[in-house]
């Protein structure tokens, strides 16, 4: 059972990390950490914002240090390239292990608003998760299908329904999250795909909340369809064995 942390005067005390993954974001860098910063400034209590640089060939991470400099709750991280589900794992470890009460994953595209954020703040005690759910998508038909065929192969492969399996504006339950973690393999590429099938497959309290989905503020997106289809073969052949293990 989560037991909240209080401080003398009875008040709650809770640590936030926010975690959000970045290849080759020097164009959206800046804006999204001033964006987010003023989160985990304003809850205190040691929270931090940490953005992993995922081994890119710009200047992400050498912005990510300079602006590091003014801003003390900010940790900017670097590590060889290993896709967007094996950071956004990087990013959960980090932060549980630095003994974080909750974890909060976005992207560092700008296409999630961080004024969205205290709404599910809010519910954090009552849920093991609350997500995001994109509704009015403005970031183009191809990932729009691609939501949706997540959304059909997850009730095909788990028998397990769920409203927007890879959103990236997730609130999580450190502790809970912990022991979740165990089933997902290292570097997994759709770890947030699977993260929310185990939530829904052991019937954790998970709340979904509409969020508003801009087109990507900057730069170029580097998933394109033939990495999508490499992607899915190999995390099919994990699904079902994931699956094994869940049963």
């Known amino acids: 059972m989560?037991?909240?942390?209080?401080?003398?005067?009875?008040?709650?005390?809770?640590?936030?990390?926010?975690?959000?993954?970045?290849?080759?974001?020097e164009e959206n860098v800046e804006n999204v950490v001033r964006e987010w910063y003023p989160i985990v400034e304003k809850i205190g209590n040691g929270s931090k914002l940490v953005v992993i640089d995922d081994g890119s060939k710009d200047h992400t991470y050498e912005l990510m240090k300079k602006l590091a400099k003014d801003l003390p709750a900010f940790e900017p991280i670097?590590?060889?390239?290993?896709?967007?589900?094996?950071?956004?794992?990087?990013?959960?470890?980090?932060?549980?292990?630095?003994?974080?009460?909750?974890?909060?994953?976005?992207?560092?595209?700008?296409?999630?608003?961080?004024?969205?954020?205290?709404?599910?703040w809010k519910k954090r005690e009552q849920y093991a998760m609350v997500i995001g759910h994109r509704k009015g998508r403005q970031d183009g038909l191809s990932r729009v299908f691609v939501t949706k065929t997540l959304k059909f192969v997850c009730r095909i492969c788990f028998r397990v329904k769920v409203t927007d399996a890879n959103t990236p504006f997730r609130l999580m339950k450190a502790d809970i999250l912990k022991e979740q973690l165990k089933l997902v393999p290292e570097n997994f590429n759709l770890s947030n795909v699977i993260i929310s099938v185990i939530y829904a497959k052991k019937n954790l309290p998970v709340l979904y909340l509409p969020i508003t989905f801009r087109p990507r503020q900057g730069g170029v997106n580097s998933i394109n369809f033939k990495k999508i289809v490499k992607i899915g073969k190999k995390a099919y052949k994990d699904f079902i064995q994931i699956n094994k293990c869940l049963k």
Not at 4 to 25: H, R, S
Not at 83 to 112: C, M, N, P, R
Request: glycine fraction near 10%; proline fraction near 4%; aromatic fraction near 16%.
């Open 2 to 25: 989560y037991k909240c942390k209080m401080n003398g005067d009875g008040k709650q005390m809770d640590k936030l990390y926010i975690v959000i993954p970045a290849y080759n974001e």
């Open 78 to 120: 670097t590590k060889p390239n290993g896709g967007h589900g094996a950071t956004v794992l990087y990013g959960y470890h980090y932060a549980i292990k630095a003994e974080a009460d909750y974890v909060f994953q976005t992207d560092s595209d700008g296409q999630t608003l961080p004024e969205e954020f205290w709404e599910f």
